[in-house]
């Protein structure tokens, strides 16, 4: 009987770390996202000079200069939140939002607020991605 509460815990915790874990059949780098999902308007470089660009209007947003246009650090939850969809209802962005795309799999993640959150995990990855890409 005394081992039932902590077998329990431990099942639970197992459970948990199985939920959170990526599929198989999900990219695993956010380089495959952002080539599937970003170049045509952002361009291979992030420039914002994609085949899409031209016809664009705002033009797509240079994301190798998210950091130094933030202080000098990068702003994950911002960056995700775009990602999603989330503009607070104040977009002249023809950014489509592509948080369902990037549902397969969570992980816990910090994105910079303190408060670790089950997060997409292809998500994680593509603002990573982003994040590498600053100049």
Do not use: W
């Not at 200069?65 to 104040?90: C, D, E, H």
């Amino acid at each position: 009987m005394n081992f039932a509460i902590p077998s329990a815990a431990v099942l639970a915790g197992a459970a948990l770390l199985v939920a959170c874990a990526p599929r198989p059949d999900v990219p695993r780098t956010g380089a495959a996202d952002y080539a599937r999902f970003c170049t045509a308007c952002h361009g291979a470089s992030g420039k914002g000079d994609g085949p899409m660009a031209a016809s664009l209007t705002p033009a797509p947003t240079d994301l190798t200069t998210l950091s130094a246009r933030n202080g000098g650090t990068f702003p994950r939850l911002q960056v995700m939140g775009r990602i999603n969809g989330y503009t607070m209802g104040a977009s002249d962005s023809h950014m489509p939002q592509f948080g369902e795309l990037l549902e397969n799999g969570t992980v816990i993640y910090d994105a910079g607020d303190g408060h670790p959150t089950e997060t997409p995990a292809r998500l994680v990855a593509l603002v990573e991605y982003l994040e590498g890409m600053q100049e």
